[in-house]
């Protein structure tokens, strides 16, 4: 009798039910190890994308590089030179003392120092106050821009005290409006506590605030800013006895980094002993005319050795300042 194919039917012992156990622990395994591999991976490319963006980034001391999204995009324009300013220190540097602010004149706030409060002889700063304080005098009428001083106008003196730095003319307009007068303004009117005329005493802080008041010039006529700011803009080279070796440069601090498309409107003020300066400052008002702002930056110093340091600053912010400014 034909009974057909036989069919074999698996058998239901303990051996059965090991068999699938087994399987179903292989099947768990490969399911980890998928897992395990594709987080590797997502794990290697982010690590991959911070390890190229930290590279950049130290490659690139004086651009902050940053990833732009939606949340931290108003967060990128809010310019911080602090590591800028950090970035132009060198180990050249250790044995002298510096301060540096770089202050937004059109928002009217700090965005890089160092050491803002710290105390230093003014030098030849000075005359940069005396001189805005004497157009003052010619507004209101206690100063005669006509009156002789020596060879000069006091009008005359009021230009080559910065734009030269004519020590004379600086001293005998000082004595004509009074050192306690100056220092009465500058302490209640601009609120300049750590600056004196008398003591030759300044702090960086300070001076950018002062420069914020030459940058709004509301005490002085148009015609005495025009003549005041082209002295600060244009210095030519000058032989003064006992002052440098052959002619005085008075743009060969941070000036000089700039590049033309940037207006530089300073006053240096220095003591050098043939050596290394004592104390070299210099203060001004930084145009960028593409981006129509502008910014105060001053530096005040002692015991640097080398022009080229000065100069560097104003190259790093020459770089760094518009890279923010594109961000706005």
């Known amino acids: 009798m034909n009974q057909g194919p036989v069919v074999y039917l698996p058998k239901k012992g303990p051996n ?41 980034e130290k490659n690139n001391p004086d651009v902050i590089a940053e990833i732009k999204t939606e949340d931290d995009e108003e967060d990128q324009k809010e310019m911080d030179l602090n590591p800028v300013i950090k970035s132009w220190m060198s180990n050249d540097m250790r044995d002298s003392r510096q301060a540096v602010v770089v202050y937004d004149l059109d928002n009217k706030k700090i965005v890089g120092e160092i050491s803002p409060d710290d105390v230093f002889q003014m ?10 304080e004497g157009y003052r005098g010619l507004e209101t009428g206690t100063l005669d821009g006509n009156e002789m001083i020596g060879e000069h ?19 005998r307009v000082l ?17 300049l506590e750590k600056t004196s005329i008398k003591e030759l005493d300044t702090t960086a802080k300070d001076m ?7 940058f709004e010039h509301k005490e002085i006529g148009k015609d005495s800013w025009a003549i005041l700011s082209d002295s600060m803009l244009n210095q030519p080279k000058k032989h003064i006895e006992g002052i440098c070796d052959g002619e005085c440069d008075f743009r060969q601090g941070f000036a000089r980094g700039f590049s033309s498309e940037a207006k530089v409107y300073e006053k240096v003020g220095w003591k050098y002993n043939g050596v290394h300066w004592d104390n070299f400052n210099e203060a001004g008002i930084v145009e960028f005319t593409k981006y129509k702002r502008s910014f105060g930056v001053v530096l005040l110093s002692e015991l640097i050795t080398e022009s080229k340091t000065f100069v560097r600053l104003g190259e790093t912010l020459n770089e760094a300042i518009p890279a923010y400014l594109e961000l706005e």
């Open 175 to 191: 004595e004509k409006i009074g050192e306690d007068n100056i220092d009465s303004v500058l302490k209640n009117q601009y609120g």
């Open 153 to 171: 106008t006091l009008k005359q003196c009021l230009d080559i005290m910065v734009r030269e730095s004519d020590s004379v003319c600086a001293e």
């Open 208 to 214: 950018a605030k002062y420069l914020g008041v030459l």
């Open 16 to 56: 059965a039910t090991k068999s699938k156990k087994k399987k179903g622990k292989l099947g768990l395994t490969l399911d980890i190890l998928v897992v395990l591999l594709v987080a590797g991976a997502t794990f290697a490319m982010f690590r991959l994308t911070n390890v190229t963006t930290e590279n950049q």
């Open 123 to 132: 030098e030849s700063l000075y005359k940069l106050i005396v001189a805005y």
